[in-house]
């Protein structure tokens, strides 16, 4: 299965563009630090020569890179899409491999760059049942776009169907859901019950070689079930958005710790580290905010996090399993 990290920071980017804390002043001296808005690219048709169908449709296309699945899609993507020569369009004048997009949560850090995908004839967008009715009634999305583009949606539901669902059409990556969070976005405003699927962990496993990757941008809540989806991964690319759990309050930029904010920090008692630390998986951390600590390459905490055998995921970088 190959993968591309797209991006790796919270949202805002970084640098953000109102911002000049010490984070963001260094991404903008230093431009090897700037990072985009957490996201992902996985290849679904990878090994597709066993479908036969799939391949002639490629070559009626004239197209042999595979077909691409975005996991979120940021304020960023039309840089993230030239940025990664897999995702460019060609050869055909209006041929692209991004096929569709996977939405781990309705934040508009994850969902925005959607309208900005407008000019494909249509894709796909799986999400979980809250997140596409976020998406249709209160940020409109649907309305907005039906002039434009043709929007797919297909449902990702861990109580209808645990069981993983084949992504596109050669089946190759299937794909699966583990909530993880029922924080809900600031603009969708209570109308219901807390749904648990708010916000999911993403799992993709290539059916042939059983490889599978976990990705959880936005982590809210250790449950068995997460448990189980790491200890079963072969990679975690986890949320690493604060380092420890007051990082928001001394930062002041919210009166909630990490948790409170739907993000389990990475170190502390609370922390996600620790429970990382044996692991068989590659651990990654993703989702970076501007406060944290590890966006200075300098810091003391990044040699912590080598001797607990973790890391931390650069943006443009290859993940192949
Ligand atoms: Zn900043």
């Excluded at 003391?300 to 931390?312: D, I, N």
Aim: with cysteine; charged share 25%.
């Amino acid at each position: 299965m190959l993968l591309r990290v797209l991006g790796t920071a919270a949202g805002g980017g970084l640098p953000q563009w109102n911002c000049a804390c010490p984070g963001c002043a260094g991404a903008r001296a230093h431009p090897h630090r700037r990072r985009r808005h957490a996201s992902l690219a996985v290849c679904a048709d990878q090994g597709r020569a066993a479908h036969d169908q799939d391949r002639a449709y490629d070559k009626r296309l004239g197209h042999d890179r595979g077909r691409w699945y975005l996991v979120n899609v940021t304020p960023d993507i039309g840089d993230q899409i030239e940025e990664t020569p897999e995702l460019r369009p060609g050869p055909g004048p209006r041929q692209s491999p991004v096929a569709g997009v996977i939405l781990t949560d309705a934040e508009l850090d994850h969902t925005l760059g959607i309208a900005r995908l407008r000019e494909a004839d249509g894709f796909e967008i799986h999400a979980t049942a809250p997140v596409r009715e976020a998406l249709l009634d209160r940020l409109r999305l649907g309305d907005t776009l039906d002039p434009y583009t043709h929007l797919e949606w297909r449902e990702l539901s861990p109580e209808a169907q645990p069981r993983p669902q084949p992504l596109g059409t050669s089946g190759t990556v299937e794909i699966a859901a583990v909530p993880v969070s029922a924080k809900r976005p600031r603009y969708a405003v209570a109308t219901g019950p807390d749904e648990p699927t708010w916000v999911i962990a993403l799992r993709l496993r290539e059916a042939a070689t059983g490889r599978s990757l976990l990705y959880a941008p936005a982590l809210g809540h250790w449950s068995d079930d997460f448990q189980e989806a790491v200890e079963e991964a072969d990679c975690v690319i986890l949320d690493g958005t604060f380092w420890d759990d007051d990082e928001p309050v001394r930062a002041k930029i919210s009166a909630k710790t990490a948790t409170g904010m739907g993000h389990l920090p990475i170190a502390g008692p609370n922390g996600t580290a620790r429970r990382l630390a044996g692991v068989r998986a590659r651990c990654l951390y993703t989702h970076l905010n501007n406060t944290n600590p590890l966006v200075d390459p300098g810091a003391p905490q990044h040699e912590l996090l080598g001797r607990w055998g973790l890391e931390v995921a650069a943006d443009r970088m290859v993940i192949e399993l």
